[in-house]
């Protein structure tokens, strides 16, 4: 979905990775991304345990090895934890944490990363509940006063991006649906893939044309990190896009600026949010995109390449060697 024409705004306090702390259903939600509300995984006692209980980490890990098999390695239990290599650099889950061994012993200084429920399709709109309202309220009280603060070694791992320079290195452009776009170079072939797949459907779909024929800009990568928290945006590794539409017909994209004029964003249905067509939302999720419509921190102008969060939730992605 689109973005009002902010300029600078719409990749400055636009946080496309905050949004992602948060389940889509609001009877789960988690709290701004602080390490309290986030949901723990099960203790891991033993390895005999693991055998028999598969935990959050395996599954996590698990998902990462299958979307990045040519980065990472297998979900291996080791040193009382699951863990996985990146690029051969071993990383513990440490209760969503992500870290380094490192960075093991500190690992209450950070926040736990978000592996949420990404549903395949766009759940009934239902109105917060009096006591989920409430608990809405508490979330954006700790979302103010305790920004998330996640370790960005294990993405930066994943990226093979530690700073601006490294990233600025990695980006390549490419032209989409007829605008500039600035991408980590490991993604050009997705995304291409899903223009094509876009530009095949509005050949008989005229809501995709419209939709397509709206679009003002599309932004994409900038170094920066997440409105409101310590975190680092997906933006900063050019993993993420943003396609801003030149009209919005008086409707919402963005939950942050709906909350400067609706205190209660969260009640702000479908019908009063601006949503690309299904068949988009569609092409980028068929190559490893998830789209922001679908977190309850809603950004309906964003999407981002995140194959584990489609694999941990038993989504199917295209099969590059299927394409015909």
């Not at 033993?46 to 395996?58: K, L």
């Not at 889950?93 to 429920?117: C, I, Q, T, V, W």
């Not at 309202?133 to 070694?153: D, N, Y």
């Not at 988009?280 to 969060?309: C, L, N, Q």
């Amino acid at each position: 979905m689109p973005h009002l024409l902010l300029p600078p705004k719409a990749c400055g306090p636009k946080l496309a990775g905050f949004c992602l702390l948060f389940i889509l259903p609001l009877s789960v939600a988690n709290a701004g991304g602080k390490p309290q509300s986030q949901p723990q995984p099960p203790a891991i006692v033993n390895q005999a345990d693991t055998a028999q209980t598969p935990s959050r980490g395996e599954a996590v890990f698990r998902a990462f090895a299958g979307a990045y098999p040519d980065r990472a390695g297998d979900a291996e239990y080791r040193d009382g934890d699951w863990t996985i290599t990146v690029y051969g650099e071993r990383f513990y889950f440490a209760e969503g944490r992500l870290l380094p061994a490192s960075l093991r012993d500190k690992m209450n200084e950070y926040s736990a990363h978000p592996f949420y429920d990404y549903t395949e399709e766009l759940p009934p709109w239902k109105p917060a509940t009096e006591e989920e309202t409430v608990r809405m309220k508490e979330q954006e009280e700790r979302r103010k006063t305790t920004p998330a603060k996640r370790s960005a070694h294990f993405y930066d791992a994943l990226w093979r991006t530690r700073n601006s320079g490294e990233s600025w290195e990695h980006v390549k452009q490419i032209r989409f649906l007829g605008h500039t776009v600035q991408i980590h170079y490991s993604i050009l072939t997705e995304l291409s893939l899903v223009e094509e797949k876009i530009l095949r459907e509005s050949k008989t779909n005229p809501a995709v044309t419209a939709w397509i024929n709206n679009l003002s800009k599309i932004e994409s990568w900038n170094w920066r990190n997440i409105a409101s928290s310590q975190s680092r945006s997906f933006h900063a590794y050019g993993a993420a896009i943003d396609l801003l539409p030149k009209s919005i017909v008086g409707l919402e994209t963005y939950w942050l600026w709906t909350a400067a004029k609706i205190p209660e964003w969260w009640n702000v249905p479908y019908t009063r949010r601006f949503h690309p067509p299904n068949e988009v939302i569609k092409a980028f999720e068929s190559f490893g995109f998830v789209w922001g419509g679908k977190w309850r921190y809603y950004d309906t102008m964003h999407f981002e390449y995140r194959p584990e969060i489609l694999v941990l939730n038993g989504i199917a992605r295209m099969n590059l060697r299927d394409l015909r």
